[in-house]
């Protein structure tokens, strides 16, 4: 199992490198291409963070009904941000394309929007949900306040986009550089077992 927890740490340090990558591509670029990389890093994102969570609350003996929450929370973060990004890929995109005027309410990045309120419930709300189902079923010390903290940013940015939308921005910490944080202290562990 350690093989696999190894393996599962460096995914998802990979999988964080190259979503920062085609973040800092589409920023510095602004082109079309570089948009679609990042959306399309977002999506495969979600995948690895379920299948990496999934393996460290296998590694950690995780309590069965909170493996199912954090199953089922993970679940609703990789379909609703693939349903907001593959709508802008796949429609919002192809319209404008087409000469068509598309509302700013219906696009990713606008704010407020329909896709940036689906994709902030995503990863607020359901990807915190999944860190504090990790943080209640697992009883390692560090994953759990790895857990906590990043629970608690995702579901701070999430009510914060409501007050604020700048106020969003506190949970990429949790999705972005905690699940990268706990990945290095996962990968550092099991190379010390």
């Known amino acids: 199992?350690?093989?696999?927890?190894?393996?599962?740490?460096?995914?998802?340090?990979?999988?964080?490198?190259?979503?920062?990558?085609?973040?800092?591509?589409?920023?510095?670029?602004?082109?079309?291409?570089?948009?679609?990389?990042?959306?399309?890093?977002?999506?495969?994102?979600?995948?690895?963070?379920?299948?990496?969570?999934?393996?460290?609350?296998?590694?950690?003996?995780?309590?069965?009904?909170?493996?199912?929450?954090?199953?089922?929370?993970?679940?609703?973060?990789?379909?609703?941000?693939?349903?907001?990004?593959?709508?802008?890929?796949?429609?919002?995109?192809?319209?404008?394309?087409?000469?068509?005027?598309v509302p700013d309410h219906f696009k990713i990045g606008a704010s407020p929007s329909i896709e940036m309120t689906i994709d902030y419930t995503a990863w607020g709300f359901f990807m915190g949900a999944a860190f504090i189902a990790l943080f209640l079923g697992v009883k390692a010390k560090t994953i759990k306040i790895f857990s906590a903290v990043c629970g608690l940013l995702c579901l701070c940015g999430f009510v914060g986009s409501f007050i604020s939308d700048p106020l969003w921005y506190i949970a990429p910490l949790g999705y972005g550089i905690g699940f990268l944080l706990m990945c290095v202290f996962v990968l550092r562990s099991a190379k010390a077992r």
């Open 1 to 101: 199992m350690k093989h696999a927890l190894k393996k599962a740490a460096v995914a998802g340090i990979v999988g964080e490198i190259l979503y920062f990558i085609s973040m800092a591509s589409f920023l510095l670029t602004q082109n079309e291409a570089a948009l679609t990389f990042w959306e399309a890093m977002t999506v495969a994102g979600a995948v690895i963070m379920l299948i990496v969570l999934a393996v460290i609350a296998d590694e950690y003996k995780i309590q069965q009904m909170h493996h199912r929450l954090m199953l089922i929370s993970l679940s609703g973060t990789v379909f609703l941000t693939s349903l907001a990004h593959f709508t802008s890929i796949g429609v919002i995109r192809k319209l404008e394309s087409q000469g068509v005027s």
